[in-house]
């Protein structure tokens, strides 16, 4: 298909390859004729679902994280995947200010950004096995007419 790229990164879970998942995800995303924001609001979500596998998934051991991106015309996918600890409650994970690790200063929002930066969050787990969050974004839309526009916005994630 016309319009398709994918890219995969595997690094370790080191804090100092947070930055380099940012930079690598708002490269890839460069490509589809982003708005400045578009690249922003990407690098604040994978930023904080890596900063979620170092601490919370390995919590603090080096194990690999994988980031997978893919385009399809102006429609973005990146999941975030570790095999680490997994998480019990999804749905109570994801709630605001929720977090397991208060005393480590964390404040239970990494999700909420994620939902109010990407268009949808959905996250898969499995005690002892891991986790992988998927975050779908629409790009472009600061450079399309109405018309455009709408005719995206119509169209399902499939
Ligand atoms: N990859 C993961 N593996 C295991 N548990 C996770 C993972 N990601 C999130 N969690 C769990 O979900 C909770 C909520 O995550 P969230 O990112 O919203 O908040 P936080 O990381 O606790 O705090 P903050 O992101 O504000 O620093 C975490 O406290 C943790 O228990
Ligand atoms: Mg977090």
Not at 53 to 60: F, K, L, M, N, T
Not at 111 to 137: H, P, R, Y
């Amino acid at each position: 298909m016309e319009n398709t790229n994918e890219m995969k990164i595997i690094f370790d879970s080191r804090p100092e390859n947070e930055g380099l998942a940012r930079v690598a995800a708002a490269a890839f995303c460069t490509q589809l004729n982003t708005t400045l924001e578009e690249v922003a609001d990407l690098k604040t979500a994978v930023s904080e679902a890596v900063t979620n596998c170092i601490i919370h998934a390995y919590e603090g051991q080096v194990q690999k994280i994988e980031i997978f991106c893919r385009r399809e015309g102006q429609k973005l996918w990146v999941d975030v995947i570790d095999k680490g600890v997994g998480i019990r409650d999804v749905a109570k994970a994801m709630e605001p200010l929720f977090t397991t690790k208060p005393e480590k200063d964390r404040s239970g929002m990494g999700f909420t950004f994620m939902e109010a930066f990407m268009d949808e969050v959905e996250v898969e787990s499995k005690v002892g096995c891991g986790t992988c969050v998927t975050m779908k974004k629409r790009i472009g839309r600061g450079y399309m007419n109405k018309e455009q526009e709408e005719k995206e916005t119509a169209e399902s994630y499939g």
